[in-house]
Structures are given as C-alpha cells and as structure tokens.
C-alpha cells in the first residue's frame, strides 16, 4: 500500500527541492517505487513533461531522481508570474488564463480538487510519494484555502516533516516559532523535523537540536551538512541564479526582471572553462563578453522596457559593432527582432513594440502555448540535439532563411548575415554534449564534458549524503497511507 511523506519549509528557499530530489534517489536505489509530488508552486523556470504539458523544474528534477517520467500530475498547480501582482494559472500542465495575486487567494481553494486528482493517480503507481510543500506553514495569513502546505496535509492525512535552514541564521526561532503559531489541527500533522545547510562540525550544533527538540516534543531527523554540488543541479528559483567562475571563455547573461527557463545557462555553468557571469541591475554589460546570451522571459515586452531601462540595448549594440557574439532563447529571440507585436494582449497591454533589430524577422504573440519536446539537428553540423519549446507566438522574416537548427524535416531559429547573432526557440539545448562542445569552439573554447552523466552523478552523491546525515528509516518509517490518494 502507498505511503507518503510531506517537506515542509520554515520559508522559501531552505533547500526542500534539493533535499526531495536527494530522498527520491535514496528511496528509489533501495528498490521503492517514488513519485514526486507539489500541489502547488510558484516558478518561472517550467520543465515540459513527457506527457505534453508544464510542471516546476524542481518536480522534473526529482522525477528524475526517482528513475520516472515527468508526468503533469507531479505538480497540479503551478504559477508563473507575469507582472508584480500576477500570473500565469497552469492547471495539470495546462494555461488556464492569467490571475491577478488577489483573485487567486480568493479562489486558490477550488483549486484543491485538481490537487487531490493528481495525487490520487500518483498513489495508484507508486509504492512512495515524496510531497513538497511551498514557502511556509508559519505563514497564517494564506492558511485559510490553503492548498499548498497544511491544507493539502490536512486534506490527504500526510505526515509533516518540518526543516529549517540553519545557513541564513535563526534555526531555532524558525522551527520553535513555526510551531508556536500553528493551530493544533495543523501541529497534529508533523512528525519530525531536519535541519539543512550547516556548514563546518555539526557537531557544534547538538545542544541547538536537543534545544529544537525539548521545546517542540518532535524528534529530530538530521543536520545535514551543506551539500557543495548542489549547484550542479538544476535551478528552479531566481534566487539560485548566480554567476559561475571558470575559464577564460565568457558567456554574459543579463537577468531579466521575468527571466524564465534559465536553465539554459546551468551546462554552461558546469564547464570548466567557462565562465557565466550573470549581469544585475544597474551594471552595463560587460565589453569582454565571448557571448551574449539573451535569455527566456516570462514577460517579453515587459522584459524588453527593463532591458532598454538598464542600457543594456545602449552596451549590446556596441558590443555587436566590435564583432560580438549574441544568442537569444525563446523570449530573448523575440527581442532580437524588428518587432513584437500582441493584437489581443497576451503579454500585457495589446500593441507593437520595435525589438532590438538584430535579427530581420518580426514576432506576434498568441494565446495558444507551444509546449512540446523536441529533438532537433544542427545545420549544416548535423550535430544531435535535445531540447523543448515553451512559448506563445511566431517568428518569420527574412533571417529565419538562415535557421541553424531543424525539428523533423522543418527550419528552427534565425541567423543574422555575419552569422555571429543567433536566435531560436528551442530551450536546453546546451545540455547535448556534441552540440555544446561545436558551439563553444567557435568561442575559442573546448569541452569534452557528459553533462547529463554530471547530472546522475551529483543525484547519487546526494542521495550518500542524506543517507549518512539523516535518519531515512525513520523518515520512512513516520510516512502513512494517505487518507485520500
């Protein structure tokens, strides 16, 4: 019978993605059968599953650390933000339309049952479901409807294993205090709790667990270390988005206000002589740049104004008189070109706006969302390449003559004359070792990186280290059948 388990944070960004990847993988190498799962998450960095839809790269991640396709009902709910107090509303892998912040609070409870239905067909397949919560259950503002956190465990009969982050100070308030503001409907349903992210002995830090321990009554599961090769996996959040030290070779990125599908950049990252440095606002872009790489965006035109209010479009153009090299991807595409245009408003206010001019092509924007896996050929390299496109509307012009990749017998992307400015909608394509190392070397760099070989290895590794730093067979003893699922 299926048992589950739910990770619930004392805020964002206390590592619950990393430490579910790590537990999918443990859990999987011990023979069960593990399906990830979030009822609800708030990203802009969306995977495209092998179903034909969209879920939160996090759940991709540990789809595949527990050996499963990625299937939509992995995240049933998930929220791409458009604009400072809205977004995007895609229901089971689907767009559903755009909803103001205050709107969702309201109707976030109707939600449930589109949460509950994925989950119930993840139990029927699954020997284990490792559920992941989102922000914090601290947060008593947005329990009422809640769907995300203690409304879901409450919903399902869960199990609740609370964890703090030690690293950005405080673990003890946050975990006592987590506990002190919590009805005892909510307390009921945790079981435990671990600590993330301590660095050096840990330890130092016995008497604060036994401290967390003795003021709660909740066992603790483990302190665990921080886990240095996290960032070789794959981000999910803006604020795991940093630059990347490595060799002479330097790709300058400019981060968008809405920048989306940003792990274009993590291959990259991983290459050792390469080196990402990730432009902030308020800094011109750098003039030594080997390439320029124009990211996705949630928000093109929006991210377009950002990008000219920088004076990024003022460094960008100098840079491409001095004979630089400029790739664009999927939103960053758009912007390469002559126009956007969005008759019926899909990106904001309905209008046409002039694009950088880099590229002779001109987009205009749809409601209908081109969300699909691709496997594509480099022209003329013949090079194999895996990638996905996630995006709404078209590009034509004269430029898309000189595409430089084709999907099944069809062109894909766009080439300027001088051939040194490169635009495509095809996201992840850097992931496919020929590919990367033939574009690279036309920076003046070589690779003879496996990155995806990379990938298994860090998912293995962590999956050691929780093993030594947490008690997983008492994690898995406290998970339960699921009163609904």
Known sequence: MVRAIMIQGTGSNVGKSVLVAGLARAFTRRGLRVAPFKPQNMSNNAAVTENGGEIGRAQALQARAAKRPTHTDMNPILLKPETDTGAQVIIQGQRAGTMKAGDYRKDKSKLLSAALESFDRLCDDADLVLIEGAGSPAETNLRK?????????????????LVGDIHRGGVIAQIVGTQAVLDAGDLAMIRGFAVNRFKGDVSLFDEGRDDIAARTGWPCLGVVP?????????????????????????????QLERMANFDDLDPLSAEPGITVEIVPAGRALPGDADLVLLPGSKSTIGDLAYFRAQGWDVDLYAYVRRGGHVLGLCGGYQMLGKTIADPDGVDGRPGTVEGLGLLDVDTVMSGQKTLTLRSARTVPGGEPVQGYEIHMGKTEGADCRRAWLEIGGRPEGATDKTGRIRGSYLHGIFSSDAFRASYLSQLGAASDLGYED????????????????????????????????
């Open 454 to 485: 990379g990938v298994e290895d860090t998912l293995d590794a962590l999956a050691d280290h929780l093993e030594t730093h947490m008690n997983l067979d008492q994690l898995l003893d406290l998970a339960e059948s699921p009163t609904h699922g």
């Open 226 to 254: 921080w886990f240095h090769d996290a960032w070789r996996l794959p981000a999910e959040d803006m604020m795991d988005i940093r630059s990347h030290s490595g060799g002479a070779c330097k790709v300058v990125v400019p």
């Open 145 to 161: 409807g809640d769907i995300a956190n203690m409304g879901f465990a409450c919903a399902t009969g869960v199990p609740v294993v």
